[in-house]
């Protein structure tokens, strides 16, 4: 690589000096009344100037392009960056989205079963309480008939006694 950039400055040192060179002729020619010679170098300078001044040119215009490429290429991947960071900015929203989505469907979905849950406690403690009503009336019933048969053979005989007078009060 250091002998090819060595071999291009000897090039452009090479057409500076033969552009200096027939341009110097031309004129020492041109002051000589030496029109044909004269003519000669004005042409060669005239070539050897537009070749370097093309080279230089091609040079720019390369560089240029090359420039341009490179700031386009920096360009692509900014907005490939950009481009990557929206992305995982908006899967990023999207599985938050989700989450509340599953959060707010369970939410309900308890709000649902529970009402159902609660009924059925209710219903539940219903029947228990209608076993208990039951349980306690049966135990009232038996109670006040065990009280009410032994009181009833009793007020027999003491009503027969009372009026018998043989019971005093």
């Given amino acids: 690589a250091l002998t090819y950039l060595d071999s291009i400055k000897l090039f452009d040192d090479v057409i500076s000096t033969q552009v200096s060179y027939h341009l110097f002729a031309y004129e020492t020619y041109n002051e000589m009344g030496q029109p044909a010679k004269s003519l000669y170098h004005m042409k060669k300078w005239k ?18 392009e090359t420039r341009f490429n490179l700031q386009e290429k920096e360009l692509q991947i900014k907005n490939q960056r950009t481009q990557n960071r929206n992305l995982l900015i908006f899967i990023g929203f999207g599985l938050i989205a989700l989450v509340f989505i599953v959060l707010a469907y369970n939410n309900q979905r308890r709000a649902k079963e529970q009402p159902a849950q609660q009924n059925e406690i209710i219903a539940h403690q219903s029947q228990e309480l209608r076993q208990l009503d039951e349980v306690k009336s049966r135990f009232f019933a038996n109670v006040s008939h065990e009280l009410r048969t032994p009181v009833t ?8 006694l009372l009026k018998s007078g043989e019971l005093k009060e």
Avoid: H, M, N, Q
Avoid at 51 to 58: A, D
């Fill in 47 to 64: 070539e050897r100037y537009k070749e370097g001044f093309e080279k230089y040119r091609l040079e720019d215009l390369t560089k240029l």
């Fill in 153 to 160: 053979l009793v007020l027999g005989p003491l009503t027969t």
